[in-house]
């Protein structure tokens, strides 16, 4: 008996599979997904950036200060340009400390005080004047210059964290070339008051709390603009609060952010024996109060139909430029509180009585006016943006010379 044997059915080879990369080009899903690395060299490129700018704005109005050209009685050594004014201010707080009371003139009025200032950056002052030769006034100037690197870092850290390392580098930039970017190099308080409010924003963004709180008190013991900056954390933790987001920490954050301006409105009170004692020294000491715009506006009329000094012209033409950078950055996308910050710096410099022609300087903290700017040169093709920035620094330069060898009051 035969038995038939059947074999199942083979089915067809299948097709090859088409050629792919090679395995070492296949990218594993976990780490396709991954956030791209930031840049190391951003922080240090923006930084020196910023360095390299103001440097040149220095050596040039040195150099014009103290060139073969001008007569001897004449000259003006670095130091001297640098350490002028109000740093004068600061050096003699160093050395003599504060006032007891408000000093009288020979008629019986009160003169100015250096209970005005506040203590942070004599402070700094004092610690690291053992440590540099050349007395207070050179260690002034470091603080200021030192202060000055740490903004710029913090002027890149918001601007890479909003739009990009490019619009970061760029931001730290346009802040070293500015108008009066020259008084960022003096010993003044600017510089100082620039990098902790650029970080405690940053912080605010980022929702560490605890650092905007602190960073936003020692600005408080840096300048009385440090109202702004406490207006944005304080509401930006109130916000937080309010939506139970972040624990405790915004709670801590809004307690500490006024502590400093508070402190050194309390510290002035008892010095001076009465409860308002830092206003009475502003409003009638240094003759420095609110009007909501009056002087300014019929400064800028006087100016229209008489002459003045050059400054005048700039200080006002950098008002006029604030305001319209104000108009643009409330349009951008960038987070409300750059918005706020920068509008009650333009609100506090645009409504105060007096020394009009320091109201440009007021405004060097308003960095965040800079944004939308940062960004077009960003989006500008390199040799546009190279152009605008060496522009701005001839501009920039020019005007350090000028305040650095002719003009002869606070810039």
Not at 88 to 100: C, E, L, Q, S
Not at 211 to 221: S, V
Not at 272 to 295: E, S
Request: hydrophobic residues 55%.
């Amino acid at each position: 008996m035969l038995v038939r044997v059947i074999a199942p059915p083979v089915s067809p080879l299948p097709p090859a599979p088409l050629p792919g990369p090679p395995p070492a080009a296949r990218i594993p899903a976990p780490v396709a997904a991954a956030a791209p690395v930031r840049p190391r060299f951003g922080p240090a490129i923006a930084i020196l950036l910023y360095a390299v700018l103001r440097a040149t704005g220095v050596a040039a109005a040195w150099w014009f200060a103290s060139g073969p050209g001008i007569p001897a009685g004449q000259r003006r050594g670095l130091l001297r340009m640098l350490s002028a004014y109000d740093a004068n201010w600061y050096v003699g707080i160093v050395r003599y400390g504060y006032d007891t009371a408000i000093p009288l003139k020979l008629d019986g009025g009160l003169a100015t005080t250096n209970l005005a200032f506040f203590p942070l950056f004599p402070a700094l002052i004092a610690a690291l004047d053992p440590l540099l030769p050349g007395g207070p006034e050179v260690a002034g100037v470091a603080v200021s210059w030192l202060a000055g690197l740490a903004a710029a870092g913090g002027l890149y850290a918001i601007g890479a964290h909003l739009r990009g390392r490019g619009r970061g580098i760029l931001l730290a930039a346009l802040w070293a070339v500015l108008p009066h970017a020259f008084i960022e190099s003096m010993g003044y308080t600017e510089t100082l008051f620039t990098a902790l409010a650029a970080w405690s924003l940053y912080a605010v963004i980022r929702r560490r709390w605890l650092a905007a709180g602190l960073l936003c008190l020692l600005a408080g013991l840096t300048r009385p603009t440090a109202a702004a900056l406490i207006l944005v954390v304080g509401l930006s933790a109130l916000i937080a609060v309010t939506r139970r987001r972040d624990g405790w920490r915004p709670w801590a954050g809004g307690v500490l952010a006024p502590l400093g301006l508070l402190g050194h409105m309390a510290w002035v009170g008892d010095r001076l024996g009465r409860p308002d004692g830092y206003f009475h020294v502003q409003n009638d000491a240094w003759k420095m109060t609110y009007d909501w715009g009056q002087y300014t506006v019929s400064t800028i009329g006087t100016l229209l139909s008489e002459s003045s000094p050059p400054a005048m012209y700039a200080v006002t033409l950098t008002l006029v430029v604030a305001i319209g950078l104000l108009v643009v950055l409330v349009t951008a996308r960038v987070p409300w509180q750059l918005k706020l910050f920068s509008a009650v710096l333009l609100a506090m410099s645009f409504f105060g009585h007096g020394y009009y022609h320091s109201k440009a300087r007021l405004l060097l903290p308003a960095f965040p006016l800079l944004l939308p700017a940062a960004a077009a040169l960003a989006r500008a093709r390199r040799p546009v943006a190279v152009a605008v920035l060496a522009t701005l620094t001839v501009i920039s330069t020019g005007y350090g010379i000028y305040l650095g060898t002719v003009w002869t009051f606070s810039p």
